[in-house]
């Protein structure tokens, strides 16, 4: 058995916007590296969606996630190989907590707060997808009750025309 010493740590993690379409999955990611390298998650968040100070990889805009987790120092290489490898991860940073209370770790537990969040924008978007259905429909049928006017259209503009000319 070692005596390996466990430590508090830091981890922010930048993902592109385009993580905003899927908040679930680039937080199941972050979870993945850091229970698969051995660390535990302490508290986990969304940190923050904001304008980058300079362009990364083409992106202008990016995706904070916050998370405390206990690890060994050895797993700390493990988490940083696993990021770098990703194409999701524009940056991280992985920092040594152990000055940090708990009650400040503790209160930085937002993963309720981002499962809302989630739930919310896949509703909005299956909302979304169902106004754009019903204007498809809606345009079809305003299709369909033009075609069948039009014929009597025609037919009143002809006997109109054939009224004047006598």
């Not at 229970?35 to 083409?58: H, M, N, P, Q």
């Not at 988490?79 to 490898?85: A, G, V, Y």
């Amino acid at each position: 058995m070692t005596n390996e010493r466990i430590s508090t740590y830091e981890g922010l993690f930048l993902f592109p916007q385009a993580a905003m379409a899927n908040l679930g999955e680039a937080a199941e990611f972050i979870r993945e590296v850091i229970t698969r390298s051995g660390g535990t998650i302490v508290s986990f968040r969304k940190w923050d969606d904001r304008r980058l100070a300079y362009e990364i990889k083409g992106n202008k805009r990016g995706v904070y996630f916050l998370a405390y987790f206990t690890a060994p120092h050895t797993v700390l290489g493990e988490i940083e190989r696993l990021c770098n490898q990703s194409e999701k991860v524009l940056r991280h940073m992985v920092l040594n907590a152990d000055h940090i209370p708990s009650e400040v770790v503790e209160a930085a537990e937002g993963s309720a707060d981002l499962a809302t969040e989630i739930k919310l924008r896949a509703e909005r978007e299956a909302d979304a997808e169902g106004v754009a259905t019903s204007s498809v429909e809606r345009r079809d049928e305003a299709d369909a009750a033009e075609q069948q006017e039009s014929p009597v259209k025609e037919t009143v503009e002809t006997v109109e025309e054939a009224t004047t000319d006598a």
